[in-house]
């Protein structure tokens, strides 16, 4: 039986990412035989494209540097094999981002020139090329995983040791995660707030004005920031959340560990299947765009959960007959409720942050109301949405933790349960970056209509794609919160389990009323704040320096306004680059160093700390990401004509909250999310050298 599921199990798993991969690649070749358009619009797309590029290449160099360092460290730490995982994971990581990244620039005159034709040619393009960043993530991922897991078996390591060297894979993709999300955020917004700020404020001109100096250097940040950056983030959380949950299972499963730690990998496998067949049902011949992309989501949904059961059936039968303590007497059914209740928290996270940031919605409607009495109410009213935005999410991620936690029995071996619910979560992860890469792909377009001077009708059919696609943006973001949060929970307990075998199981606890264990909260706290701080002052300080050159270009050149000159697109694009990459190194570095010193001081303060940066750290992401996506949309919905439009008082109100929320929602937010895991991954791995 053991072989047969090694056998079969694997190759079923390798099978699906490779067809990911497949996936991916028939759809670049598609795509990138549809017309990019006329000469300027490939021009201006080639801008972008080379912007892109060209950051991209200096981050991963920065970043090679430090994963050259850290893999050296890793082998007297733990050993080769670890090592050898953290550059696989690094490698495949920054594969995916920049593979679907290169994509993403190159689709969007495709899309502008679709849009010629309609809504229905240009969302076909737009979504397709997104969908390549979003494939080859679950793709890479889960080949690097269970390509990695099968290798070490078949140089006869044990199912522990094999799944203890992929703790090296996840902390590779997390790495290259923490500066993507980082580096891409900061350059994305002090792109946009340099842009904004001199272009539509000081000097009267509409967005993606080809006048403005900044613009390629926005267009290029859309990609760097929404494309590579989400791509690096959710492909650490679907690697290191299948990692964790092996992890788990090898352990609670002594009997029969070769079998549990396939059934994540193939729980990953089957959601690909249903997810590229979901990716064809996405279609609009009505121009209901919002709509189609929901659909091919929730046809992936309901395949994935039908196809959980028979799949749990195979692989889990057998191990839940042998195994004892509270896992005792659950069932297939109970771990497929599970995986029933991962698919139900994605559903309500979408809805959830679709309301507080959506036009359509009151939350967004206040802060839009607010901007008509002036720039501190606008910022008043977002901060309160951005507040009162954390309670659903988190009740649900409550609800869900105590629902899968009850399901596999309760206790310390129930957490298994809950790594069920999140790896099922993530299975849709295809899709969901899919989604996202849509965002910078549409917005592109429209800014690419707008510099080339395309007839009207174009954007009017890419201002509503650019629209969903603000949506689909900040509702994925809501998404990757919480599965961050699910899967640092998972992590912690595989961090409990693991400090248990190396101390001998001695019996562990972590009680607030003990002083270092309190230390440990707080520091973690401040991690959080400190990291958020830092990330947000680095896009004010790119950002003036993004204003400053835009401002000089127009004051030496006066023809620019005039259409006389030509604005020197690179320098602008050259000032983000190097501020981006500058500023994000130290914030990334928070979430190692901090954990090691606190670890080897006291490892009750190591546990407090990863308390403190989960709990702290959930709340403070999902304040950010979603109060500045409702900033931004308050300012869309004056934009469109509400509270006077872009000539009443209100729009330079909702200009100056939607300023503020773009570091909150697009540089600090999300970075937060690999910067929990991070923190997490490191704290297993230090476990030979902390102090116990």
């Known amino acids: 039986m053991t072989q047969f599921l090694t056998d079969y199990g694997i190759v079923l798993a390798l099978g699906c990412a490779a067809a990911a991969v497949v996936y991916g690649l028939l759809m670049t070749q598609l795509l990138l035989s549809k017309s990019a358009g006329n000469k300027k619009m490939q021009e201006i797309s080639g801008s972008i494209q080379e912007g892109a590029s060209a950051y991209l290449r200096?981050?991963?160099?920065?970043?090679?540097?430090?994963?050259?360092?850290?893999?050296?460290?890793?082998?007297?730490?733990?050993?080769?094999?670890?090592?050898?995982?953290?550059?696989?994971g690094g490698v495949l990581s920054g594969a995916a981002g920049f593979i679907g990244m290169n994509l993403s620039v190159r689709s969007n005159a495709r899309v502008a020139e679709a849009a010629r034709s309609g809504v229905g040619p240009a969302l076909n393009i737009a979504f397709k090329g997104g969908s390549v960043t979003?494939?080859?993530v679950v793709g890479l991922a889960l080949l690097g995983v269970a390509g990695y897991y099968g290798i070490?078996?078949?140089?006869?390591?044990?199912?522990?040791?094999?799944?203890?060297?992929?703790?090296g894979l996840g902390f590779g993709g997390s790495l290259i995660s923490v500066f993507a999300r980082l580096g891409g955020g900061i350059f994305t917004k002090a792109a946009d707030v340099g842009a904004?700020?001199?272009?539509?404020?000081?000097?009267?001109?509409?967005?993606?004005?080809?006048?403005?100096?900044?613009?390629?250097?926005?267009?290029?940040?859309?990609?760097?920031?929404?494309?590579?950056?989400?791509?690096?983030?959710?492909?650490?959380?679907?690697?290191?959340?299948?990692?964790?949950?092996?992890?788990?299972?090898?352990?609670?499963?002594?009997?029969a560990p070769r079998e549990v730690a396939i059934y994540p990998l193939a729980i990953g496998g089957v959601a690909i299947i249903a997810s590229i067949i979901g990716a064809f049902f996405v279609r609009s011949k009505k121009g209901h765009v919002e709509r189609a992309l929901y659909v091919g989501l929730a046809v992936s949904a309901i395949l994935s959960a039908a196809a959980f059961y028979?799949?749990?059936?195979?692989?889990?039968?057998?191990?839940?007959?042998?195994?004892?303590?509270?896992?005792?007497?659950?069932?297939?059914?109970?771990?497929?409720?599970?995986?029933?209740?991962?698919?139900?928290?994605?559903?309500?996270?979408?809805?959830?942050?679709d309301y507080y940031t959506s036009t359509r919605f009151r939350p967004v409607k206040t802060i839009a109301e607010a901007s008509q009495t002036g720039h501190a109410t606008n910022i008043i009213q977002g901060l309160a949405q951005g507040f009162q935005s954390t309670a659903a999410p988190v009740l649900v991620l409550a609800l869900a933790i105590l629902g899968s936690w009850k399901l596999a029995g309760g206790g310390t071996e129930g957490i298994y349960g809950i790594g069920i619910a999140v790896m099922a979560q993530l299975s849709l992860t295809g899709l969901i970056v899919a989604l996202d890469a849509f965002g910078p792909i549409t917005d592109n377009a429209g800014g690419i209509a707008e510099m080339a001077k395309l007839p009207k009708k174009v954007r009017d059919v890419t201002d509503p794609l650019d629209a969903v696609g603000n949506t689909t943006k900040a509702v994925t973001k809501g998404y990757a919160i919480g599965s961050a949060a699910l899967a640092a929970l998972v992590l912690f307990s595989a961090f409990i389990d693991e400090l248990k075998a190396e101390a001998g199981n001695i019996n562990l606890s972590f009680d607030i009323a003990d002083p270092p264990v309190l230390i440990g909260l707080l520091v973690g706290g401040i991690m959080v704040y400190l990291f958020a701080a830092l990330s947000i002052e680095a896009v004010g300080r790119a950002g003036g320096g993004v204003v400053e050159e835009v401002r000089r270009q127009f004051k030496e050149k006066p023809g620019i306004m005039k259409?006389?000159?030509?604005?020197?697109?690179?320098?602008?694009?050259?000032?983000?680059?190097?501020?981006?990459?500058?500023?994000?190194?130290?914030?990334?570095?928070?979430?190692?160093?901090?954990?090691?010193?606190?670890?080897?001081?006291?490892?009750?303060?190591?546990?407090?700390?990863?308390?403190?940066?989960?709990?702290?750290?959930?709340?403070?992401?999902?304040?950010?990401?979603?109060g500045g996506g409702a900033w931004d949309n308050a300012k869309k919905l004056i934009e469109d004509g509400a509270f006077g439009g872009k000539k009443g008082e209100a729009y330079a109100a909702s200009v100056t909250g939607d300023t503020v929320g773009d570091p909150y929602k697009d540089t600090a937010g999300p970075a937060i999310n690999p910067m929990i895991k991070v923190a997490n991954i490191v704290a297993i791995l230090i476990i030979p050298i902390i102090s116990l």
């Open 563 to 626: 259409g006389k000159d030509k604005p020197d697109y690179r320098q602008a694009v050259s000032i983000v680059t190097a501020a981006a990459q500058k500023e994000m190194i130290l914030p990334s570095l928070i979430p190692i160093i901090v954990p090691v010193i606190v670890g080897v001081i006291s490892y009750q303060a190591l546990g407090g700390l990863l308390m403190g940066v989960i709990v702290v750290g959930v709340f403070a992401a999902l304040s950010m990401t979603a």
């Open 310 to 353: 028979p799949i749990t059936d195979w692989l889990m039968s057998g191990p839940l007959e042998n195994v004892g303590g509270e896992l005792a007497g659950v069932s297939v059914l109970d771990l497929w409720f599970c995986a029933l209740i991962g698919v139900g928290v994605t559903a309500f996270l979408f809805i959830i942050t």
């Open 58 to 88: 200096r981050q991963y160099l920065i970043i090679a540097g430090v994963g050259i360092v850290v893999a050296l460290l890793l082998i007297p730490l733990q050993d080769a094999r670890t090592a050898i995982g953290f550059l696989i």
């Open 196 to 255: 904004d700020l001199v272009g539509k404020i000081e000097a009267g001109i509409p967005e993606d004005d080809p006048r403005n100096p900044a613009v390629i250097a926005d267009n290029v940040g859309d990609n760097v920031g929404d494309c590579a950056g989400m791509a690096a983030d959710l492909f650490e959380t679907y690697a290191v959340t299948a990692v964790a949950v092996m992890l788990l299972g090898v352990l609670t499963f002594t009997d």
């Open 134 to 136: 979003g494939m080859l």
């Open 152 to 167: 070490l078996i078949l140089l006869d390591y044990s199912d522990k040791e094999a799944v203890d060297a992929l703790i």
